[in-house]
């Protein structure tokens, strides 16, 4: 379809758009059917699209909008939480088992995850570009692989998320936990596990606003530490995994200002329901988002 198709098609199927000059601008800078996932809430028929009376075109804009400046906010977030994890790993691993752990097998839990998991490291590794790892590549032969302090700032979050899994040691991965506030390794390995996820869906600019996420969280039964004090209803949204990523900056810093500017978002754009995105009506009160 052309543009103007396009723009037809929907107004045939209900949507009200505004300012037929403007979509159309839209349109050609953002593909059809990657709006189409912000105006899909507004159907009431998934087999013809037909639109719900009222919906409006500036509606579709509006969530597109805050799902993208959402994805900046958030992986300016994990970019904070990412490297403070690689740093812990590699100080409570490496004092355990030496800074060649990860190329050792008797480190691991599962061999065929090892040897997967080896294999994607030197890949990673290989086409890395850091003057670190060009610099130590000719200075040494043996082993093929730098120590734990240079590779895994190399790695990418689901390779170190892989990693951290397999690892047998599960004392070391308790420590690195603590530094985060959190009970015992398990919760932190899920935690890594949703954090890839939602890392993957917005490095390829997918919509995280109202997705439901292959695998939620294990959120914390109790804490020492401010937290929810009601479990979420849909623990596959989004709001699930912001709870982990406040809980998360607040034990990295705790002079971080995430919660302010996630509100100043949602004060920016006051048409977004949260609800949308797996949150409660009372989510504002709880300890963790005040």
């Given at each position: 379809?052309?543009?103007?198709?396009?723009?037809?098609?929907?107004?045939?199927?209900?949507?009200?758009?505004?300012?037929?000059?403007?979509?159309?601008?839209?349109?050609?800078?953002?593909?059809?059917?990657?709006?189409?996932?912000?105006?899909?809430?507004?159907?009431?028929?998934?087999?013809?699209?037909?639109?719900?009376?009222?919906?409006?075109?500036?509606?579709?804009?509006?969530?597109?909008?805050?799902?993208?400046?959402?994805?900046?906010?958030?992986?300016?977030?994990?970019?904070?939480?990412?490297?403070a994890?690689?740093?812990?790993?590699?100080?409570?691993?490496?004092?355990?088992?030496?800074?060649?752990?990860?190329?050792?097998?008797?480190?691991?839990?599962?061999?065929?995850?090892?040897?997967?998991?080896?294999?994607?490291?030197?890949?990673?590794?290989?086409?890395?570009?850091?003057?670190?790892?060009?610099e130590?590549?000719?200075?040494?032969?043996?082993?093929?692989l730098?120590?734990?302090?240079?590779?895994?700032?190399?790695?990418?979050?689901?390779?170190?998320?892989?990693?951290?899994?397999?690892f047998?040691?599960?004392?070391?991965?308790?420590?690195?936990?603590?530094?985060f506030?959190?009970?015992?390794?398990?919760?932190?390995?899920?935690?890594?596990?949703?954090?890839?996820?939602?890392?993957?869906?917005?490095?390829?600019?997918?919509?995280?606003?109202?997705?439901?996420?292959?695998?939620?969280?294990?959120?914390l039964?109790?804490?020492?530490?401010?937290?929810?004090?009601?479990?979420?209803?849909?623990?596959?949204?989004?709001?699930?995994?912001?709870?982990?990523?406040?809980?998360?900056?607040?034990?990295?810093?705790?002079?971080?200002?995430?919660?302010?500017?996630?509100?100043?978002?949602?004060?920016?754009?006051?048409?977004?329901?949260?609800?949308?995105?797996?949150f409660?009506?009372?989510?504002?009160?709880?300890?963790?988002?005040?």
């Amino acid at each position: 379809m052309t543009l103007a198709e396009q723009i037809r098609t929907l107004q045939t199927r209900g949507l009200t758009i505004e300012n037929e000059a403007d979509a159309t601008l839209l349109l050609e800078r953002i593909s059809y059917f990657r709006l189409a996932d912000y105006w899909r809430p507004l159907e009431t028929n998934k087999m013809t699209h037909q639109f719900a009376d009222g919906s409006c075109f500036s509606e579709v804009v509006t969530c597109y909008n805050f799902d993208k400046e959402l994805k900046v906010l958030l992986f300016s977030a994990i970019q904070t939480i990412e490297v403070a994890v690689r740093a812990k790993v590699i100080k409570h691993f490496s004092q355990t088992s030496g800074p060649f752990w990860f190329m050792d097998a008797a480190n691991a839990i599962n061999t065929s995850h090892f040897q997967s998991n080896l294999a994607r490291v030197r890949t990673e590794v290989a086409r890395s570009k850091e003057p670190y790892i060009k610099e130590h590549f000719l200075k040494y032969d043996e082993p093929d692989l730098p120590p734990v302090w240079k590779t895994l700032e190399v790695v990418s979050l689901g390779t170190l998320s892989k990693l951290f899994s397999n690892f047998s040691d599960n004392n070391a991965k308790n420590l690195v936990a603590a530094d985060f506030r959190l009970p015992q390794f398990l919760v932190l390995d899920s935690w890594l596990e949703s954090l890839t996820a939602l890392r993957n869906y917005i490095a390829h600019h997918a919509r995280i606003w109202n997705r439901r996420f292959p695998q939620k969280p294990e959120l914390l039964r109790r804490s020492h530490y401010p937290w929810i004090a009601t479990r979420p209803r849909q623990p596959f949204k989004l709001y699930s995994i912001l709870c982990c990523i406040v809980y998360w900056l607040n034990a990295i810093d705790d002079k971080n200002a995430f919660v302010s500017d996630f509100k100043a978002l949602l004060k920016k754009y006051p048409n977004v329901n949260p609800v949308m995105m797996g949150f409660p009506a009372s989510w504002s009160q709880e300890p963790l988002w005040k």
